[in-house]
């Protein structure tokens, strides 16, 4: 039989997929090096890392501060960074704070601290269960009132008007919420006496 039309379409078709088949096989053989690339300077970065954690650990112990430029670039990168940058950011803004208060707040302040440590001693060795009830509870609220507002502040900025803005209606917030969580653990998941 004469050859048809379709038999050179086919063989074109074929040369076509032959040529999809080798370019991928390219890319994917170019993405694997590329991964195990990534991957390799990933460990790389890690042992660094651990190499100078352990070299800052010896020169803590030894009470000499270490210099190196290097593990400041490694702070900067990653979790451990960003939490460091925030613990800085937390320490400088309360010694700004606690430098821009004159004597008599400072003492002030430290007394009500001191008031307030005694008070919890004395209600954690006179009623543990009801302190134990009222720090988790406090601890609760903190931990839900300011991520809350936080991703309301992020994801409905619109909604930020609805939050408490001052200090005293922040601190009435949290201590409502607090009573809250006070009550229902006293009420509701209180432990039975043994009769």
Do not use: C
Request: charged residues 20%.
């Amino acid at each position: 039989p004469p050859p048809t039309e379709a038999a050179p379409a086919d063989a074109e078709q074929a040369d076509a997929q032959a040529e999809t088949d080798a370019e991928t096989t390219a890319l994917t053989e170019d993405a694997a090096v590329d991964a195990k690339a990534l991957v390799s300077d990933a460990i790389e970065r890690a042992k660094t890392t651990i190499r100078e954690a352990r070299e800052a650990a010896r020169s803590a112990e030894d009470g000499q501060p270490e210099q190196n430029e290097e593990t400041e670039e490694a702070d900067q990168s990653g979790v451990s960074g960003v939490v460091r940058a925030a613990y800085r950011e937390q320490t400088g803004e309360l010694r700004a704070w606690w430098s821009g208060l004159d004597a008599s707040l400072r003492t002030l302040v430290m007394g009500a601290a001191a008031i307030g440590a005694g008070i919890g001693l004395i209600l954690g060795l006179v009623v543990p269960y009801a302190a134990a009830s009222f720090e988790s509870a406090l601890a609760g609220a903190i931990l839900i009132f300011f991520p809350a507002a936080a991703l309301v502040g992020r994801h409905w900025p619109a909604g930020e008007g609805y939050l408490p803005q001052s200090p005293q209606s922040i601190i009435v917030t949290v201590g409502l919420i607090t009573a809250a969580g006070f009550v229902i653990q006293w009420t509701l998941f209180r432990k039975k006496a043994d009769k």
